[in-house]
């Protein structure tokens, strides 16, 4: 089995080809006729070379699942990493996560509880699923929200910050999980996600810079004016990601002005002025003696960066001249 395994990761046409001759159906005898012995370890390793990227499709491996399930409850460490990364591979893709029927919660509690694992292959495995679930509706969302440490373990991830991969994966679910509601937001600011976050923005690589300003983005789309205030005035998110205007990528830079543009136009709704006055601060500079920000970005030789700044120049403008009235 372990010879086929390898074969099977050389790549998909003899990965496909092992599955057209019935490996998974092989598979599944292998594990009901040996359910405790070194055959599990061997079958479950061969499982989750069938499920390697491109994922086959669901029908086709579909009795190999509920094993998978299973062997998250195993105490033997090689068939629980096994099962953990052929569900991974599954999960990651979000059709699968809708019409597959796998998620229970007391699987999606087992999972989430592997994010806390010592072992770096269950921890990122059990990331990549729980991004997977988070992507998919937001009905799976609520049913990881419901396992209660979902958000201490990824705000461990963050704050630990030695595992770039996982850094990434565990922003990637924030930004998901965020968008289900404005209570999300809440319990993330309770835990000092946000925080953490801001943090990332000026000590990481420019992928995982770019993961954690869409968490900032999808938050203040959901967020209450309390949330806001917290959020801006406290915090200071927005001044934060401000701060990424000058850093020589085009893509962030996009990023960072496509979250200023769709905030600054839900400011007017907020009652609370300190609101009104930390957005115009932020897009000045923070009155630091820095060059405006919007007037400095609204120069770039880029037309998809100028032409998106120069409408937040005129909300910007609007704002300041409700500032001035009041």
């Not at 069938?50 to 998250?72: F, G, Q, R, S, T």
């Not at 922003?171 to 965020?178: G, I």
Request: glycine share 8%; with cysteine; hydrophobic share 45%.
């Amino acid at each position: 089995m372990r010879a086929l395994a390898n074969v099977a990761y050389t790549g998909p046409k003899y990965r496909d080809l092992l599955i057209a001759q019935g490996a998974v159906e092989k598979l599944v005898l292998a594990l009901n006729s040996h359910p405790a012995s070194q055959t599990k370890r061997a079958a479950l390793f061969l499982g989750k070379s069938l499920l390697a990227d491109p994922v086959p499709p669901l029908h086709k491996i579909k009795p190999l699942l509920p094993h998978l399930v299973e062997a998250l409850w195993s105490t033997d460490e090689r068939v629980l990493e096994d099962a953990l990364e052929g569900l991974a591979g599954i999960l990651q893709t979000p059709e699968n996560v809708k019409v597959s029927g796998l998620l229970t919660a007391p699987m999606v509690g087992m999972i989430v509880g592997f994010i806390k694992s010592k072992s770096k292959q269950q921890r990122s495995a059990a990331l990549r699923c729980v991004e997977g679930i988070s992507a998919a509706e937001d009905s799976f969302g609520l049913m990881l929200l419901q396992q209660g440490e979902i958000i201490d373990g990824l705000e461990t991830i963050i704050k630990d910050g030695r595992n770039s991969g996982q850094v990434n994966e565990a922003c990637l679910t924030l930004s998901n999980l965020v968008l289900v509601s404005d209570k999300v937001v809440g319990a993330m600011s309770k835990q000092g996600v946000f925080a953490d976050l801001l943090v990332l923005l000026r000590e990481n690589r420019i992928d995982i810079v770019r993961e954690a300003v869409w968490v900032f983005h999808h938050a203040l789309m959901v967020a209450t004016e309390a949330q806001v205030l917290e959020l801006v005035v406290k915090i200071g998110v927005l001044d934060g990601c401000a701060e990424l205007l000058s850093v020589r990528d085009l893509i962030l830079q996009l990023q960072v002005l496509k979250l200023m543009h769709e905030f600054v136009k839900r400011v007017p709704q907020f009652a609370d002025r300190r609101i009104h006055g930390a957005v115009v601060k932020s897009l000045e500079g923070g009155g630091n003696g820095e060059l405006n920000r919007i007037e400095l970005i609204c120069a770039h030789p880029n037309p998809a960066v100028s032409g998106l700044a120069d409408k937040i120049r005129t909300l910007y403008e609007q704002l300041e001249d409700a500032e001035a009235q009041s």
